[in-house]
């Protein structure tokens, strides 16, 4: 039995045998396998050796025949090292003498040799260490190809395991089969994590080396609340983790049935908790779990999961069906906020080399303008089919808000000139979560109609730490004193200028740092639809004097820990259950 | 009983003659002509020793221009296939121009 601990990145408790994927869903079966199973994977590598040869034998023929020799000869000396019998030899040798899967024993072999080659002084033989690599992805496509469709076609309760998890392959998980998921990378408000909590799949992140510990077929416990995951749990711990999982389900309905319950504080006062979604059929759920609006709506992942950019219908379709589902509720769509990723990576010649800090989100948009103005043309249209907002992320300063108002006025001429209809009160807001625009948020807050903090993002710029990067996911905390006031001064400012402010980042899901935002002024949450009844019973056992004593102390305090610690004893002491 | 198939070994220094030494198509070459016979065949520098129809192991050989190599055969055709592997290092440059 191995105990690991990670980053909790969902709640929940599940218990299911592992299923080892790589980034292209691959899937990578054991390392180890039974003596008596040698010969049946020997025969896999003499197969696998085969069909290779059979496959670079038509490639090259027919590289020759357009007249490639170039590319026709690269494959000659891939097939002359695929019909070497000693290489095959020293590969099932290795099955045999290690009992270990084919795949292992090629890998394993080939990069080896690759190794002893890149050794060599000549450049030109260190170069074929290339050839090598290659050879080894085509005989381990023969290997695993047959088996891409697993993850697709589950037939049987798992748990995901991957060294990490893009957030498009973890949002087309079967919800059905897939119980756990636990990475070696990421962090808990990486995007993966955040499709895992929109799914209420418990996740585990951050693990660093957990896939070099688990093999396929392994039973693995995850512990979303705590972040740990059991490998091979005894009888024991499987019993205790049983018992934990039925509290926690118990919990759960016991939260749920305070849905239609308003979210007020014991002396009246009322909170407006609104869910975030990234898919638009997720807004479902948010009333299901009590949410009375969308305060935000990611429209990343209408640019994600497709070969092409959406078009206008494609956009207008999502949103139509979202303001149709909230009817007359609150709708917030943030315009796209991709960066720092493969979308925007992808178009470019040369990656940037700080993307983080490079041409994402808005500078994106402004600099795509027909791609924008797509976008604002579907969110303007269904403006029309109930109460949209629309809201704009990354500003930094005055210049850019006031470009990305122009640019919506341009498109609402347009929509004039074509008799289309759209709201033309419609409200503008902005995410705050830069230094930069929450230390100018008075003079922003001028020419905007709400701003909505963006705690994840505003708190990665200001304490420069990557939230993905496992290596100092721990370094990354709301309750950082810098953070906080930052917050405050945003919150002030927007009260000074009488527009409404909400937070919308993983802070307002998060039970510890309710009562602080409260004290701080907030009056509006915006999160993710699981965490929603949680949230809400923690206001409807608050006082709003308690919040601001909790809020009063917090600031005065100088270490991250000191806040952490007291502001978990206080909720602690309120809501027992959730810890 | 004395097998019309016996064993025969046979051996030659050979000397890379042509400017780019045994990169990967001489490389190639001579393990094609090595497996057309029965012999087993071992080529070895002063350090290692491999097999002469492994194309894997010959090109980590790394035999540069001068380089003397060792061809020990090891069969019933061991003369023939010494013969010919002689011929192609030595007498055709593996078909590519001396320095």
Redesign the interface.
């Known amino acids: 039995m191995e105990i690991k601990k990670g980053i909790a990145a969902s709640p929940g408790i599940s218990i299911a045998k592992a299923l080892i994927i790589d980034s292209e869903d691959y899937r990578i079966p054991r390392r180890s396998i039974k003596s008596s199973q040698r010969t049946i994977e020997s025969q896999r590598v003499r197969n696998a050796f085969r069909d290779a040869i059979c496959e670079l034998t038509e490639l090259e023929a027919a590289h020759g025949k357009a007249g490639r020799r170039k590319i026709k000869d690269i494959f000659a000396v891939h097939l002359r090292f695929l019909h070497d019998r000693s290489l095959r030899k020293k590969i099932t040798d290795l099955v045999h003498s290690e009992s270990v899967t084919a795949e292992y024993a090629v890998s394993t072999a080939l990069r080896e040799i690759a190794a002893h080659f890149s050794k060599e002084e000549d450049t030109y033989i260190s170069e074929r260490a290339a050839d090598i690599y290659d050879i080894e992805r085509r005989l381990l496509i023969q290997l695993l190809g047959k088996k891409r469709e697993d993850v697709a076609n589950l037939t049987e309760e798992v748990t995901i395991v991957a060294r990490e998890l893009s957030p498009i392959q973890t949002a087309e998980f079967n919800r059905k089969f897939v119980k756990g998921i636990a990475s070696d990378a990421g962090g808990r408000t990486s995007h993966a994590a955040i499709v895992a909590r929109s799914l209420g799949i418990p996740a585990v992140v951050a693990l660093e080396d957990l896939t070099e510990s688990v093999s396929g077929g392994d039973t693995v416990v995850i512990d979303g609340n705590r972040g740990i995951v059991v490998v091979n749990p005894d009888d024991q711990t499987i019993r205790q983790y049983q018992e934990y999982s039925k509290e926690f389900t118990e919990l759960e309905h016991k939260l749920d049935a305070i849905r239609e319950e308003p979210a007020v504080t014991r002396d009246g006062v009322k909170i407006t908790l609104l869910g975030n979604i990234e898919f638009h059929d997720e807004a479902e759920a948010v009333l299901q779990k009590g949410g009375e609006g969308i305060g935000l709506y990611r429209t990343e992942y209408l640019y994600l999961n497709r070969q092409n950019e959406p078009t206008e219908e494609d956009h207008y379709q999502a949103y139509a069906e979202t303001v149709s589902v909230l009817q007359d509720r609150p709708v917030v769509i943030r315009t796209l906020d991709l960066g720092a990723d493969k979308y925007t990576q992808r178009k470019r010649f040369a990656p940037e080399p700080n993307p983080f800090l490079g041409l994402r989100s808005i500078r994106f948009c402004l600099q795509n303008l027909m791609m924008f103005k797509t976008q604002l043309r579907a969110i303007l249209r269904a403006s029309v089919l109930g109460d949209v907002k629309i809201m704009f992320p990354l500003i930094t300063n005055l210049q850019e808000m006031m470009q990305a108002k122009m640019i919506l006025r341009d498109v609402m001429e347009d929509l004039d000139e074509e008799s289309i209809a759209y709201n033309k009160d419609i409200q503008i807001g902005i995410m705050i979560e830069t230094p930069s625009s929450a230390l100018t948020a008075f003079s922003l807050a001028r020419d905007a109609d709400f701003f909505s903090i963006g705690t994840n993002d505003l708190t990665q710029y200001t304490l420069a730490v990557d939230r993905g990067n496992e290596l100092v996911s721990t370094l990354y905390s709301s309750a950082d004193p810098a953070v906080l006031r930052l917050i405050r001064t945003v919150i002030q400012d927007a009260h000074k200028a009488q527009i409404d402010i909400s937070v919308c980042g993983e802070m307002a899901s998060e039970p510890e740092y309710i009562m602080l935002l409260l004290g701080m002024g907030i009056r509006t949450l915006s999160l993710t639809a699981p965490m929603l009844p949680e949230i809400k019973q923690i206001i409807r056992s608050v006082t709003m004097e308690d919040c601001n004593n909790v809020a009063r102390k917090v600031l005065g305090m100088n270490s991250e820990r000191q806040i952490s610690n007291y502001l978990r004893n206080a909720v602690g002491k309120i809501l027992p259950e959730a810890f | 009983m004395q097998d019309s198939l016996e064993k025969v070994v046979c051996e030659t220094e050979v000397e890379i003659k042509n400017a780019?030494g045994l990169?990967?198509r001489p490389a190639?070459q001579f393990?094609d002509i090595a497996n057309q016979f029965d012999s087993d065949i071992t080529v070895s520098n002063n350090e290692t020793e491999v097999?002469g129809?492994?194309?894997?192991?010959m090109?980590?050989l790394?035999a540069?221009y001068g380089t003397k190599l060792k061809i020990k055969a090891e069969g019933s055709d061991a003369a023939k296939v010494i013969s010919a592997l002689r011929e192609l290092v030595e007498e055709k440059l593996f078909g590519e121009p001396p320095p």
């Open positions: 780019d990169h990967m190639m393990v097999d129809k492994s194309i894997m192991q090109s980590m790394a540069t």
